[in-house]
Each structure stands twice: as structure tokens, then as C-alpha cells.
């Protein structure tokens, strides 16, 4: 039986190395909003002999998200694995300047969309599958009004869904990536020494072998 994994913000970043690693063991349904990366990442996955599923969709949008997981239970049943990686990285600010633009966005993305993607997706995870968020704790940090605020928002979420489910299915796990070399890591703290950061391709293998122990 296929394996499935849906990642959602597949597209850059740990999600698309978290595609990549998981061909061809996984079929992957990579949703994002920028279809160069999904195609991208799509040449990746079949050089190594897996294959995808792209969908050029925004988590925001109800709708898309109800007919995309239909469709997926339509055809396949179900899925195995559920990563969870998009993201809105606001700019940082103080919190007294606060933009109204990118508080929204923040919110309809980091917090909103989770109030559709859980129910949506836990019935296709049904009591075998692993949903997986990633936590980055900034919140309460100096300028991290807008990411901070939400990412810990959208975790304590999953920490209620965890909670929900430890002693039955699906599992739901919430890890820890070391800090990236990632765009939005260079946005946030530019002229950094970039070195000691770990690329998405390594975290990418060791969270996953962490989810395996």
C-alpha cells in the first residue's frame, strides 16, 4: 500500500526538504502557493525515483482546502503523515508598530487556517496517521509581535490536539528544528554568520529520524 504524505508549505524551506526526504518512500502531496518551488521540488522527488502530487493552493482559502482533502480521501483513502510548515513571517517590529496588514496576514495564516486544516485533515489521518508542527518559541520575544504571537498561538493548538489523542490515534507530534539557513531566518536576523546554522536537508533527515525511534 502507497504511503501518503501531505506537506503543507511544501514549497521552501524545511517543508520542501522534508518532501524531498521523504521520496520515494512517501507519494507526496505538496501544497504551497509558489508554483516554481513545487515544480522545484516536484524534479527533486522523481530524481529520486518517488513522486508527487502539486497543489498550488493557499491554506487560507476554506474552500480550496475542503476540496483538496475530498479529493484526497476520493482517491487514495487516506494519508500517513501530515507536516505542517507553512508559515507567514511577518517583518520584525516593536510592538507598538504594529502593521495591520501583516497582523492579519499573520493571523489568517498562522492561526486561522488551522481551525479548517485540523478537522479537515485529522479524518484522513484516521488512528494510524502522525500530523507533525514544528515549533520555533519566539513568542514573547522583543520585535516578535507579529510571528511570535501567532506560532505560539498555532502550537498551543497542537499541544491541545496532542493532548487530546495520547492515549489513542492519530499521533500528533510537535518538534523542534535547531535554527536554519532558511530565507525567512535570513530576513529575520540579517549579516548573521550563517555557518553554524543547519541546512533543511539535514533537520529534514533528523526530525524525521526522530518521529522513527
Given at each position: 500500500?502507497?504511503?501518503?504524505?501531505?506537506?503543507?508549505?511544501?514549497?521552501?524551506?524545511?517543508?520542501?526538504?522534508?518532501?524531498?526526504?521523504?521520496?520515494?518512500?512517501?507519494?507526496?502531496?505538496?501544497?504551497?502557493?509558489?508554483?516554481?518551488?513545487?515544480?522545484?521540488?516536484?524534479?527533486?522527488?522523481?530524481?529520486?525515483?518517488?513522486?508527487?502530487?502539486?497543489?498550488?493552493?493557499?491554506?487560507?482559502?476554506?474552500?480550496?482546502?475542503?476540496?483538496?482533502?475530498?479529493?484526497?480521501?476520493?482517491?487514495?483513502?487516506?494519508?500517513?503523515?501530515?507536516?505542517?510548515?507553512?508559515?507567514?513571517?511577518?517583518?520584525?517590529?516593536?510592538?507598538?508598530?504594529?502593521?495591520?496588514?501583516?497582523?492579519?496576514?499573520?493571523?489568517?495564516?498562522?492561526?486561522?487556517?488551522?481551525?479548517?486544516?485540523?478537522?479537515?485533515?485529522?479524518?484522513?489521518?484516521?488512528?494510524?496517521?502522525?500530523?507533525?508542527?514544528?515549533?520555533?518559541?519566539?513568542?514573547?520575544?522583543?520585535?516578535?509581535?507579529?510571528?511570535?504571537t501567532t506560532k505560539s498561538a498555532q502550537i498551543?493548538?497542537?499541544?491541545?490536539?496532542?493532548?487530546?489523542?495520547?492515549?489513542?490515534?492519530?499521533?500528533?507530534?510537535?518538534?523542534?528544528?535547531?535554527?536554519?539557513?532558511?530565507?525567512?531566518?535570513?530576513?529575520?536576523?540579517?549579516?548573521?554568520?550563517?555557518?553554524?546554522?543547519?541546512?533543511?536537508?539535514?533537520?529534514?533527515?533528523?526530525?524525521?529520524?526522530?518521529?522513527?525511534?
Amino acid at each position: 500500500m502507497t504511503q501518503i504524505a501531505l506537506i503543507t508549505g511544501a514549497s521552501r524551506g524545511l517543508g520542501f526538504a522534508l518532501g524531498e526526504a521523504l521520496a520515494p518512500d512517501y507519494h507526496v502531496i505538496a501544497v504551497a502557493r509558489t508554483v516554481g518551488g513545487l515544480e522545484e521540488l516536484d524534479d527533486r522527488i522523481k530524481a529520486k525515483g518517488g513522486s508527487a502530487t502539486l497543489a498550488p493552493l493557499d491554506i487560507c482559502d476554506r474552500d480550496a482546502m475542503a476540496h483538496m482533502c475530498r479529493s484526497i480521501h476520493d482517491r487514495w483513502g487516506g494519508i500517513t503523515l501530515w507536516a505542517h510548515t507553512a508559515i507567514h513571517a511577518a517583518p520584525l517590529t516593536p510592538a507598538a508598530h504594529l502593521d495591520a496588514k501583516d497582523w492579519k496576514k499573520s493571523v489568517s495564516t498562522n492561526i486561522d487556517a488551522m481551525g479548517h486544516l485540523v478537522p479537515f485533515v485529522a479524518p484522513l489521518l484516521g488512528d494510524m496517521g502522525t500530523a507533525l508542527f514544528f515549533d520555533d518559541p519566539h513568542g514573547g520575544e522583543k520585535f516578535y509581535g507579529h510571528y511570535g504571537t501567532t506560532k505560539s498561538a498555532q502550537i498551543a493548538l497542537a499541544r491541545s490536539w496532542a493532548a487530546e489523542h495520547e492515549r489513542f490515534g492519530p499521533a500528533i507530534r510537535i518538534l523542534t528544528p535547531r535554527p536554519m539557513e532558511t530565507h525567512t531566518r535570513a530576513r529575520f536576523h540579517p549579516g548573521e554568520d550563517r555557518a553554524p546554522l543547519a541546512r533543511p536537508a539535514e533537520e529534514a533527515a533528523r526530525l524525521l529520524a526522530e518521529i522513527r525511534d
